[in-house]
């Protein structure tokens, strides 16, 4: 005699929450239009309406305008300029804040270089090494520009992210222009 399976080892599990519709309660009829229906109804389709407003809520912009603030794909910006550069020292060069959400944060630095030799450049968010972009420029006169790596910040509360430079350079003077930007990923 052969084995065979039951029918019901295929079935799949039944989902662990869903919303269920009143049981009973005494209707209502609508004056206008004669229906009947019950306050526990009308409550089950508002808990309808709200969980997919929440869904389609969280799905982005469409429609080809900028998000909004709290949608996914808001765009915060912040830039600095003119900021003085120490040989050796690490400056903030914009800050911007974000407000709770996941978010990718990147920025980039452009360095006004007079006459500085032997020169090394760095690139950060936070000023937190392992997310800079070095560079070694060649002596004397120029702009140069370098980007950050793309950080992810995932805070819970309104937190202030800083876009950091550091020069190391013997003699001249070297000031960074830069612009910070992060962008809501959910």
């Keep these: 005699m052969q084995w065979t399976p039951k029918w019901w080892a295929a079935v799949p599990d039944p989902p662990l929450k869903r919303l269920d519709p009143p049981f009973f309660e005494p209707p209502i009829v609508d004056v206008a239009t004669g229906q009947q229906h019950s306050h526990a109804w009308t409550d089950y389709h508002q808990q309808i309406a709200d969980h997919i407003n929440t869904i389609v809520s969280g799905s982005g912009v469409t429609d080809g305008s900028d998000a909004g603030e709290g949608q996914i794909g808001e765009v915060l910006t912040a830039s600095g300029s003119g900021v003085a550069l120490s040989s050796g020292g690490v400056a903030t ?50 702009v140069w520009r370098l980007q950050a790596g793309t950080v992810r910040r995932n805070v819970t509360a309104s937190t202030a992210v800083a876009l950091s430079a550091a020069a190391f350079f013997s003699s001249g003077a070297v000031s960074a222009d830069g612009t910070l930007r992060a962008r809501r990923m959910r």
């Design 93 to 142: 060069v914009a800050t911007l804040t974000l407000t709770p959400g996941d978010w990718d944060v990147t920025g980039g630095v452009t360095f006004n270089i007079s006459g500085a030799a032997s020169s090394h450049y760095a690139v950060g968010i936070d000023g937190v090494f392992g997310t800079e972009i070095i560079a070694t420029i060649p002596t004397g006169s120029g």
